[in-house]
């Protein structure tokens, strides 16, 4: 089954230290994408990848970080510079060139919890 | 920029209902408009999208959309709600630009009861 996967469901972390999330698709999508999305707030982008080795900054960057060595795989780094990181984290990716209408397609989410 | 207001953070129906869940946009071009249903610690699933091809969008799970340019709105109903249409939708909006990013609103949690 084609998809995107997401580990771990549930994520917990002391206060001060790294934690990585993984996000695999294999759909064959150049385009990758980083949410997170907190109550009442709706999605907010973090970082997104149009292409393999390359990625930009969304709206709320500050605190994480990413690579994109592989087409499939797109891990996302949340660092003790994130001033409040707990939240649930979505991954998705896309079909096509930039511009296009194609939609989204989205993972199952972590819940990253600090302590 | 774009930008999207969802109004009404919960609408609550009965079963057998009509759904009506409120999005109204803010485009400066063209937009393509999304409607995703997320049921709870789940990500979200796409349920229909305007990509100028025809104004009134059917989707998945008997929902459907209408584009008004006018009312610059793409509400989302559904004839006669069922238990299982509990969950948040999601209006989105493509941004202009590069890299077909989404512009997300806030989210209405949609209660069912019998």
């Known amino acids: 089954d084609g998809g995107i996967t997401q580990s771990p469901k549930y994520l917990f972390r002391k206060e001060g230290q790294n934690v990585t999330l993984s996000c695999e698709q294999n759909?064959?999508?150049?385009?990758m994408y980083w949410y997170r999305q907190d109550p009442g707030q709706g999605l907010r982008l973090i970082y997104y990848?149009?292409?393999?080795?390359?990625?930009q900054k969304g709206d709320i960057a500050e605190g994480y970080s990413v690579s994109r060595e592989k087409k499939e795989s797109f891990p996302l780094t949340v660092t003790s510079a994130q001033k409040n990181p707990t939240a649930f984290y979505l991954c998705?990716?896309?079909?096509?060139?930039?511009?296009?209408?194609?939609?989204?397609?989205f993972g199952p989410g972590t819940r990253l919890t600090v302590l | 920029a774009q930008s999207v207001t969802q109004l009404g953070s919960h609408v609550s129906v009965s079963e057998g209902a009509l759904v009506l869940l409120r999005c109204n946009y803010s485009?400066?071009?063209?937009?393509?408009l999304f409607w995703y249903v997320q049921y709870p610690n789940q990500g979200l699933q796409l349920l229909l999208k305007?990509?100028?091809?025809?104004?009134l969008v059917k989707g998945i799970n008997g929902f459907e959309a209408e584009f008004k340019k006018s009312e610059t709105s793409f509400h989302l109903t559904k004839p006669s709600a069922h238990m299982s249409d509990a969950a948040e939708y999601f209006c989105?909006?493509?941004?202009?630009?590069?890299?077909?990013?989404?512009?997300f609103g806030t989210g209405t949690r949609l209660q069912v009861t019998l």
């Open positions: 485009s400066s071009v063209p937009p393509y």
């Open positions: 990848s149009q292409i393999v080795n390359d990625f």
């Open positions: 759909l064959n999508h150049d385009a």
């Open positions: 998705a990716s896309r079909a096509g060139l930039a511009g296009s209408y194609n939609e989204q397609f």
């Open positions: 305007y990509t100028s091809a025809a104004t």
């Open positions: 989105a909006v493509t941004r202009t630009g590069t890299a077909s990013k989404l512009t």
